[in-house]
Each structure stands twice: as C-alpha cells, then as structure tokens.
C-alpha cells in the first residue's frame, strides 16, 4: 500500500451511527493530519495528532495512533448526512520535512 | 481571519497555451504550499515556499511549472506551456512560521484545470 492509504475506500452508514475509517503509512512521521473534502470543495482541516500522542479528541471525532503499527484510525461519532464528505489522513515525514504525503481518501455517505 | 483563497476556482485551456494560477495564503503565514491532484490520483505536493524563498520543490513535475512568491505575500503557479496531463485541481495551503499550530496546513479551495 502507498503512504497515507486509507481503508476503507468507501463507507455507507445510517444517520447517527458510529463511522471509523483507518490510514496506515510507511516512514517514519513527525506529524498525522486529517482531513475532510465536500464534492468539490477544498480540504478542511479536522484535527491533527503528533507522534508522540496516542490519542486525540475534537467534538465528535476521535483519532489515535499507533506508531508501532504506522497507522490511525478516525472515528466520528453520531453521524450526521453533513459528514458525507471524503477523508484523507495524511502525514509529513522526518526530519521536519513540511510536504505532506496523502492518502487516496475514503469516500463516506451518510444515509438520512 | 480569512482563510487560504485561489483563482481562479475554474481554468479551461487549450494544449500548449499557458495558465497562471494564483493563491493568497493566510495573513501573517510564512510557509505556502501547493498540491495537486490529477485525475484518479492522490493529491501530491508540489513546493514549499518560506516567505519568497523556495524551501523544498521537490515535488515539481518538471521545468514547464514555475512557481513564484515575490514579496512573501502572495504566490503564482505558471504551466507553461500546458499538457494534457497537468488537468487537475491544484491546491494552495498556508501555516504559521512558530508556534504549537505550526504544522496545521490550511487548504484553499483548489483551482480545477482542465487541459484539452
């Protein structure tokens, strides 16, 4: 798999329901972003978790990481039809390099 | 605060013709950045300015993009001249230079540019 790729790729679910999608990477990371994008819209910035976090909370997202495992995981709790959107993770590697390297998104429908 | 803008929001060329795209980042952010992502592909970076200096242009496909940041304020990306496959949304981002949100990259809306 590339750096940054998502799993799934693509999530159905009902309105209120739990969705979690997973992102692992290959190098080493300083940083994980994650990011959502509405059809035809620019990238949103939803949270960001550093490498010596395991754990990250913002309303009703959570993300973790697991550097050992070179991967995270972002959960969004009580789903709404507005998180229909695509998600990208996407990190930037050691040392202190600032491009971010991108997954290719898992696209989440949230059914009302 | 305003955040990250583009333009134009949409670019429709012909082959071998030239493109200027435009990005202002946010106010008082050093680092500029631009992405983009060709059709069915991921989104890949392309440069990183610090102020008006070219930091990392690793990503540049080739010599027919130019990328400019005069003054530090705003940037320019020129693809010249265009070839079918530059056709893609390109991105511009923007961070703060120090600080504890340093590493948060703001996105624009993207410039869509379809090469024919």
């Known amino acids: 798999s590339q750096q940054g790729e998502e799993d799934p790729q693509a999530l159905s679910i009902q309105e209120g329901e739990n969705a979690t999608m997973n992102c692992s990477y290959k190098t080493s990371i300083n940083n994980l972003q994650w990011y959502r994008q509405n059809s035809g819209r620019g990238l949103v910035h939803l949270i960001l978790i550093r490498s010596n976090e395991r754990e990250k909370h913002s309303g009703r997202l959570r993300v973790t990481l697991d550097t050992s495992k070179k991967s995270s995981s972002l959960l969004i709790t009580a789903s709404r039809a507005a998180d229909t959107a695509s998600y990208f993770c996407a990190t930037d590697a050691l040392p202190g390099r600032r491009a971010l390297t991108f997954g290719s998104g898992t696209r989440l429908q949230v059914q009302p | 605060e305003a955040g990250v803008t583009q333009f134009p929001s949409h670019s429709v060329i012909e082959k071998g013709q030239t493109v200027t795209l435009r990005c202002d980042p946010i106010?008082?952010?050093?680092?500029l950045y631009w992405y983009r992502r060709v059709m069915g592909k991921e989104i890949k970076f392309l440069l990183h300015f610090v102020k008006e200096s070219k930091q990392d242009e690793s990503g540049m496909p080739n010599n027919r993009f130019l990328a400019e940041r005069t003054g530090g304020t705003y940037s320019t990306l020129k693809v010249q001249p265009a070839e079918l496959e530059d056709s893609g949304v390109y991105f511009c981002?923007?961070?703060?230079?120090?600080?504890?949100?340093?590493?948060?990259?703001?996105f624009g809306p993207g410039t869509r540019l379809t090469v024919l």
């Open positions: 981002a923007s961070s703060r230079a120090r600080g504890r949100e340093k590493d948060t990259q703001y």
């Open positions: 106010s008082g952010h050093d680092n």
